[in-house]
C-alpha cells in the first residue's frame, strides 16, 4: 500500500510540474552521453567500479578472467574460455543479476550467465554492485548484480581505434572501432575477433603415471558487431541506442580423464533504445530492448528471446528528496530442445533517497513482480549512510542496508520436459549489512579502506534432485550466508613516481541449512564450490608513461559435495606486466603492454579436474588516431 | 641304539623345521581382499567416482582407496568393478580401465586410449573383452556400439573394436563365445573367441541387463515397465529355452540374488511420487514375494552378502554430496548405514 501511495504521489506531482512548465535545469551539454547513474539510489550498500585501466589491459579477454584476478569474486570456471559463472556472496551462479546498458541479459532458460563469453571490450565500464539487489533490480540479484555499460561521447570527431593481443596459446585478439560525434550525434562501430587454441601443457591426473599432454579441444573462437547511437533531439530530448552481436564457438574443454567432444554455439544479440525528456530537475526514461540468445550444445538447440518495455522518472525534488517511479513489462518466449513456453512479467518499482541532513542519505526500494499472474514476493529494501567524520584528511561514514530479494524459477525449471516443476515458488532471501568507509588524504597519499558485514537467509532455493531417471527442480533448500568484504584502495605520489595498492577480501560463509533426506549430510555444511576466503591484491608504480604491476589473487579450498568430505586445495596465481603509453606526430596515441599471467607457473584447478594453463605470455597493443 | 635315537630326533626336528617353513609360506590376505568392495559411481560433472572399502567385522568404512593407495584421483564414473585373474579392473564409463592390484589397488596399467562410454569387462584367452556403447550420435543414440578387444591382461592399446547391436552392456564368458546383453536393441549377441567377431544375434524379450547363474544354470535378466524376465540359456545351443516373466512394477537394471532362487530388485515408481522400494522377488515361484520389502529414495545400487545374508543398498543422496549404504538384514530391518564416496552403485563381496 505505501510503495502505490508513493507511486501515485510521484506521478500526480509530476502532472503538476508539467503544467507550471519550470525551466530545465540539467545540464545536457556534457560530453558523456547521459545515462541514468547506477548508484543514486544505493545509499548503504556497495558499489564498485572497475578501473579503467583494467578494462584496458584485459582487452578481448573474458569478464570472467577480470573479475577473477582483479576482485574478491570467486567465479567458478571449467577452463580458460570455457563456462564461467560467478558467485556473489556465497549465493549460488543465477543468484546475481547481470545487465547490459540497463537490460538484464541473464538467459531466462538457464537464470544465468557465462561470464566467460562476455568479452571486455563489448563495454566501457563493468560496475559491481554487492549484496541484495532485488529491490532495485528485480529478479536474480539476491547476491548481488553487475552491470555492462557503454560510455559514448559528443563532440569528439572522428577517432579509430584497434586493439591487438597475441599471446600464448594461440591467443590473437583483434578488434577496430571507428567513431564520429559532433555536438548533436554521435556514432560509434566495433568489430572484434578473439581466438584462443587453448592448447596449454597440463599434468593428465586422470592418466597412469600422471603424464603431462597438452590440452586439446579446447579452442575458442569469438566474433562480435557493435554498435552505438546517440541523437541529442535538442536539449530536452535524447535518444541513445546500442547494438550488441556476439557469436561465441567453443570445443568444450573436457573435464580430465574424459573422451568428450562436446562442441557450443552462442549466439547473443542484444539491442537497447533510449529515450531520455528531462524536464525541470527530472528525467523521463523510456526503454525498450531486445535480447535474443541462440544456444547449440552440440546438436541440441535452444533459443531464447527477451522483450523489454519500460518507463520511469527521476526526479529531484528540491535539496531533501530524489525519486525514481517506473515499470518494466517483459515477454520472454523459449523454444528449447524439449519444450517451448512464454512467460509474461510485469513490475512495479519505486526509489527514494531522503537527505535528512547533510551527513545522512537514505535510500527505500520497493519493487513488486509479477510473473504469469503470479506475485513474486515483494521486495523492499532500507539503506542508509551517516558520515560520522568529515574533516580535510579524514572522511568516516557507517553504511547499513536491509534488504529483500527474489528470483523467479527460471524456463527449465519450471517447463524443462522431462523433470519441469511448475509448482515451484520463488527463491526469496533477507538480508542485512553494515559498513564502514574510511576515506583518508593527507599531501599525496590517499587512501580509502572499506569493511561491510553481511547476514543472509536465502529460502526456497531451488535444487535439481534425481527423480528416477531423470531429474527435477523443487524448492529444498535454506541457506544462511553470512561474511565480510573488504576493499581497500592507497596511492602515493613520490615526485614523478607514483605508487599504488588496491585490494580485495572475501569471506563468504555459506551454510546447509537442510537434508534432502535422513541420510544427506549436508546440513551445517559449506556449499560446494564456494571458497569461504579469497584475496587479491594489485601493486603498481607508475612513472610518466610507463607503469608497472604485480597482481596476486588466492582462492581458499572448495568443497567438490554438499557434505564436504571432499576438496579441492587452495591456490594462489601471481600475475604481472609493464604497459608503456606512447604518442606519434601529435594524433597517434597508443599503448603496447606485456603481461605475464601465473608467473610461477603454479598448478592449479578452479573445479575439480578441469585443467588450467601454467604461465603465459601477452602482448597488448592499442592505437588511437 | 643312540643312532637311531639321534635319527629319530634328527627326523621329528626336520619335520618341526618343515612345519614351520609351510607357515611362513602363507601370506596373509590384505585388507582389500576381504570384506565389501563399494563402487561409488561419481557425480557427472566432478568425475569422482572411486572404490570404498568396507571391514563388516570391525565397521570401518575407508573411502577413495584408489586415490589414496596411487596418488591420483581414479577420474572417471565407475560403471563396473571387474575381479578376474589376480586383477581387478575398475571401469569407468567415461572412457576407460584401470588395471589394479588385487591386494592393495595399486596400479598395474589401464585401456585409457579409444573407449568411449564404457560399461563392462570379461578376460578370455588372455584377452580383454569391454563392451561399451561407442560414441551418442545427434539424438543421444548409440549406433556405433561395440566390444574393444585389448591382447594384454594389463591393459594398453585397442586391437580390435566388434561392431555389435546397440548398448551392450552386461557380458558372459560361455565355452568358446561371450553373450552381449545389448539393451538398446533388446538383443542378446554373440562373440566367437576363435575369430573375435560376432556370430549370433537373438531377440530378447525385455531391455536385456546381465547374465548370472542360480543352481548351476545360466540366465540373462531383463526388464520392462511392467516385468521382469529370467532369461534361461541353453549352454549348448545358446538359446533362450525357457522365459520367467514376473509382473513387477516399475523394475530398474539393478539387482541382487539372493539365497534359495530369490532375487532383490530395485522398483522406482518415477516422477511425481519418486518413491523407490526394494522388491523381493521368487524365481522358483515366478512371483513377487513383497514389493515393498525396504522402501526409501534414491535407491542406486544392490548387493547381496552371502555370508551375513544382508542386503546392501546405495542411496546417492541427490548426487549433492557423497552417498550412504543402507545394510538390511533379511528381514528387511535396517543394521547400520555406511558413509561412503559419491553414489554408491554397486558391490563386490570378497
Redesign the interface.
Known sequence: MLFLSLLAFNLLTFVEEISIGKQDTLDLHQIEVFSMPLDKYTFGQTVKTISEKDIKNFQGQSLADLLQQRTGLFLRQYGPGMLASLTMRGTSAGHNAVFWNGLPINSPSLGQSDFSILPVGGFDQATLHYGSGGALYGTDAIGGAVHLSNKLQFDKGHQVKINTVFGSFGRWNQSAAYAFSDHKFSSRSRIYRNHAKNNFKYTN????G?PIENQNHARVEQWGVMQDLAWKISDKNLISSSIWWNLTERQIQP???????DKQEDDNLRVVLDYFHFGSGKVWNLKTGMVRDHLEF??STNRTAQYFLSGDLDWDLGSKWNSKSGVRFTYIEGNLSTYAATDTRLELYQSTNFFPTESISLSLNLRQLVYEGNFAPFTPSLGGEWTVLKNENHQLQLNTTISRSFKVPTLNDRFWV??GNLDLNPEKSLSGELGLKHDFKKGDFTGSNQVTYYHMSVDNWI?W??????W?PSNIRKVKNSGLEYFLEANQKLGLWTVGVQGNYAWNQAINQTN??D????KG?QL?YTPEHKIQFKASVEKGRVETYVNHHWVGERF???????KLSPFGIWDSGVNYDFELFGKLKGGFGVQINNVLNTDYQV???RAMPGRNYQININITL | MKQLRLLIGFWALSLFIASCDSGTNEVPLGELEQGVLIINEG?F????GDISHYNPTTGIVK??VFEIKNG?????LVQDLVETDGRIYVV?N???V?VVETKDFN?I??V?QG??ITQSLVTANDKLYISDWG?YD??YNSPDSYIAVVNNLNGGEISKKILVSSRPSGMFVLGNNILVACAADKKMQVISLASDSMTESKDVEGTPVRFFEQDGKLYLFAKDPGNIYLHEINRNNRNLTLTVKIALE?PTSNFARGENGELFVIT?????E?NDAVAKVSMTMGQVLDPAFYT???FYGIGYHPSTKNIYIG??????????V?VVNASGQEVS?L?VG?APSGFLFK
Do not use: C
Open positions: 591426473l586422470a592418466k597412469i600422471t573435464v580430465m580423464g574424459s573422451n568428450d567432444r552440440n546438436q522431462p523433470g535444487i534432485l534425481p527423480n528416477g531417471s531423470f527435477s534432502i533426506n541420510n544427506d549430510r549436508a555444511k560446494p567438490i559435495g554438499t557434505d564436504n568430505t571432499t573445479l575439480r579436474l | 557425480n560433472s566432478d568425475r569422482d573411502n577413495n591420483r584421483p581414479y577420474a572417471g569407468a567415461t572412457g576407460k584401470e596400479s596399467g589401464a585409457s573407449l568411449d560414441p545427434a539424438s516399475r522406482s515408481t518415477g516422477w511425481p519418486y526409501g529414495f534414491g542411496d546417492n543422496n541427490g548426487f549433492q554430496g557423497n552417498g550412504t543402507i548405514a558413509e559419491r
